[in-house]
């Protein structure tokens, strides 16, 4: 099987420690759709099988799985409840540019190939809107895990 290093080859690396460049990576892939499937092929099963193995290890009483491709890659018909944070797409560009250092165009590249926020608001059972500040994200997380709390079985349905 292929590795994210056998896959980027030498020029996509940074340094001699052979740790891969991710932005040199992401600006690769993300203008690429037939590089991000690539390599998504090799990550995914990895990253599917570390989730299930930490999924059958724990006792606490719910567990975050924070993955972009939760829906795409299947792993959403393995959870009890999936929550959907959305935010207007001009707050994503303007974030991407703020805390990531990436131009407007890089931005809109990484946000287009995401899966469609509409597409998974209709799939998710608690959808918050991280469109505001963080207190009004926040008050909107704990009024959804209040909801999971009072009921018996722990879904969620907020």
């Known amino acids: 099987m292929r590795t994210t290093g056998s896959w980027s080859g030498s020029g996509r690396r940074c340094g001699l420690d052979g740790r891969i460049n991710r ?11 037939a590089a991000l499937r ?3 092929g090799i990550l995914h099963p990895g990253v599917r099988a570390e989730i299930r193995r930490r999924l059958a290890a724990s006792t606490a009483p719910f567990f975050v799985v ?3 491709k939760l829906f795409e890659g299947g792993l959403a018909r393995e959870m009890d ?3 959907v944070v959305v935010c207007p797409r001009s707050e994503q560009v303007r974030r991407l540019m703020t805390e990531r250092g990436m131009t407007a165009e890089q931005a809109e590249t990484r946000i287009s190939a995401q899966g469609s926020q509409e ?33 018996p079985d722990g879904a969620s349905t907020a």
């Open 119 to 151: 597409e998974k608001v209709r799939q998710g059972t608690v959808v918050i809107d991280n469109g505001g500040t963080l207190t009004e994200m926040e008050q909107q997380v704990d009024a959804a895990l209040a909801a999971v709390n009072d009921r």
């Open 38 to 40: 690539d390599l998504e």
């Open 81 to 83: 409840a999936n929550w």
């Open 66 to 68: 924070d993955a972009i």
């Open 23 to 33: 932005p040199a990576l992401g600006a690769i892939v993300f203008a690429d759709p």
